[in-house]
C-alpha cells in the first residue's frame, strides 16, 4: 500500500473517531444540561461546564492529524514519504497507528458525556456535588490522555517532527 494511505487514515481516524464520539457525549451531556436548565437557570454555568468536558477528546484528535500531517510533510512541505520503500512504509505505519491510538482512546467522550450527564443531574439537585461531578467524567478523560501521550512518543521516536 502507498504510504500516503496510511499517513491520510491515520489522520483522519484520530480526528475522525475522536471528534464523532466527542460529538456523541456532548450531545448526551447536552440533553441532560437543557434539562436542569429548564428547571432552573442558575444550573447553566455548572451543567455547560460538565457538558464541555467531552469535548476534549476532539482537540486531541485534532492536534494529533496535525502532528500526522506535519510530521508526514503534507503541512509545511513536500510528502516526506512519497518512494513507497520499507522504510517509508514503517513511518507511514507509525503516523497510521498513532491515529488509531487517539481516535479509539478517544471514543471514551461517549462514556464521559454519560458521566458528565448524571454529574450535571447530581449538581441541578446538590450544587455542592460539582467538583466530584467532574473528577468523575474526568476518569474517562485519563483515557483519551494516555492515548495522546502514546502517539506523541510513536510520532517523535518513530517518525520524528
Do not use: R
Not at 15 to 25: H, M, W
Not at 27 to 38: D, R, Y
Request: aromatic residues 8%.
Amino acid at each position: 500500500m502507498d504510504p500516503i494511505v496510511y499517513v491520510s487514515l491515520g489522520a483522519a481516524l484520530a480526528a475522525g473517531l475522536a471528534g464523532a464520539a466527542s460529538a456523541f457525549g456532548v450531545g448526551v451531556a447536552g440533553a441532560a444540561a437543557a434539562g436542569v436548565v429548564a428547571e432552573d437557570e442558575k444550573n447553566f454555568k455548572n451543567a455547560l461546564i460538565l457538558e464541555g468536558l467531552p469535548m476534549t477528546q476532539s482537540i486531541y484528535g485534532l492536534i494529533t492529524l496535525f502532528l500526522i500531517l506535519l510530521s508526514a510533510g503534507i503541512i509545511g512541505g513536500g510528502f516526506k514519504f512519497a518512494e513507497p520503500n520499507t522504510q517509508n512504509l514503517i513511518k507511514s505505519a507509525i503516523l497510521f497507528g498513532a491515529g488509531l491510538t487517539v481516535g479509539l482512546t478517544g471514543l471514551s467522550a461517549i462514556p464521559q458525556g454519560i458521566i458528565a450527564s448524571a454529574g450535571i443531574g447530581a449538581v441541578a439537585k446538590n450544587p455542592k456535588t460539582f467538583t466530584q461531578g467532574i473528577i468523575f467524567a474526568a476518569m474517562a478523560e485519563t483515557m483519551a490522555i494516555f492515548g495522546l501521550v502514546g502517539a506523541l512518543i510513536m510520532i517523535a521516536t518513530g517518525v520524528g517532527f
